[in-house]
């Protein structure tokens, strides 16, 4: 039995204060860490709701009937969400994912959508905006999605199998609407399609070949990503972890594989294409191959909150600086822009390289952030 406690209350309110330096960090797009890491990718987490409880992200037994979420008033609008995120873009900010939770319960999302595509780089191309779902609501989405200025979308599909699948969802949820969500994804032209299957063993391995055949000459890059002690209610243990090493073994000797060289630095996914030219697939591996080195990511919570890695145990409060404290006024976009700045010189983060030396907790006790709260 998985320890009873619901960490993100503390979550909530154990974040830092983002203050605005007294030099300003003026929004250049030449942003680096103090590991010269590049600030390329956002993440907004619109929903610390799901209408899934996979055991991996948001088991039922932590996140159950007496589970309290975020009042709406302290989720950020879609205007304050916008807003802060023409200050990374500024910094040098390309792609954004919509996550959650599961980003399709918040509700008009396709308006946060229409804003975020009016936003250009800065060098004047439209964002890489993508968005992240278990697809249990994309039948009836996906064409609203792509006219509000959607790009492409990833669907976290964990095997084909009827009962494995509601197995891991844990509410009984049929694949075949997943699959259906994914044709109406591909019919209104959201993509290239990515599908992410987490990968437990003694769960679902034996998913991933027909996953992969299924997949395979469609045009949809499949991607297998190791189980991960992401948050601190999963149970995780290292036992359970397929290594990606594995997975690519067990694939190539029934469908021959090569390796493919990264499309883009700070990229996630090892890349793999079929020998025979049908497609390619991907493995995440956060626990056996760590990324660490050029993680160009940051995210940020339905509630204001900036995370700097997806093991982090807290976050920079930008919410406060936005709507201001006390009554008094918020931030103007420069003092935003310099607050994200000097939050982003400052980090160090490498939880994957360090995985085996560090806690579970940090010094002060508090836990990992949960995946649900912050996005994958
Ligand atoms: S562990 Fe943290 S720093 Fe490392 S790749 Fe993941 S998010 Fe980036």
Not at 79 to 108: D, S
Not at 142 to 154: D, E, H, I, S
Not at 218 to 235: H, K, P, S
Request: aromatic share 6%.
């Amino acid at each position: 039995m998985t320890e009873r406690f619901i960490p993100l209350i503390d979550q909530r309110f154990g974040s830092l204060s983002a203050g605005v330096p007294a030099q300003p960090i003026r929004a250049t797009g030449l942003l680096s860490d103090s590991l010269g890491r590049s600030l390329r990718d956002l993440r907004i987490s619109v929903t610390d709701r799901c209408n899934f409880r996979c055991g991996y992200c948001m088991p039922k037994e932590v996140f159950d009937k007496d589970h309290t979420y975020l009042p709406h008033s302290a989720l950020l609008s879609f205007e304050e969400i916008t807003r802060i995120a023409r200050q990374f873009v500024a910094h040098g900010v390309g792609k954004i994912r919509l996550t959650g939770g599961e980003p399709l319960l918040r509700k008009n999302i396709e308006d946060l959508i229409e804003q975020l595509a009016a936003l250009r780089t800065v060098e004047g191309r439209p964002l890489d905006l993508t968005l992240t779902t278990n697809g249990s609501l994309l039948a009836r989405k996906a064409r609203a999605l792509k006219a509000a200025g959607l790009q492409r979308v990833t669907i976290s599909l964990d095997g084909l199998d009827d009962a494995v699948f509601r197995r891991m969802n844990d509410v009984d949820f049929p694949v075949a609407a997943v699959l259906e969500g994914i044709d109406a994804a591909h019919q209104a032209g959201l993509g290239p399609i990515k599908i992410n299957m987490v990968v437990k063993r003694g769960t679902n391995e034996r998913e991933i070949l027909p996953m992969a055949r299924h997949f395979k000459g469609t045009g949809i890059v499949l991607r297998f990503i190791e189980y991960m002690d992401v948050g601190a209610t999963n149970g995780w243990r290292m036992d359970e972890v397929l290594p990606s090493a594995e997975v690519v073994k067990l694939i190539h000797a029934q469908l021959p594989l090569a390796q493919l060289e990264p499309s883009a630095p700070g990229e996630t996914a090892e890349r793999w294409r079929y020998a025979d030219g049908a497609g390619e697939i991907g493995v995440i591996s956060s626990v056996t191959q760590a990324f660490c080195g050029d993680c160009n990511r940051a995210r940020l919570s339905t509630e204001g909150q900036l995370y700097l890695c997806l093991f982090a145990t807290q976050g920079h409060d930008l919410r406060s600086l936005v709507r201001g404290l006390n009554g008094g006024p918020g931030a103007s976009d420069e003092q935003l822009a310099s607050a994200i700045g000097r939050i982003w010189q400052g980090r160090s983060d490498r939880y994957s390289q360090l995985r085996g030396s560090m806690a579970p907790d940090d010094s002060d006790g508090r836990r990992r952030v949960e995946m649900s709260y912050i996005g994958g």
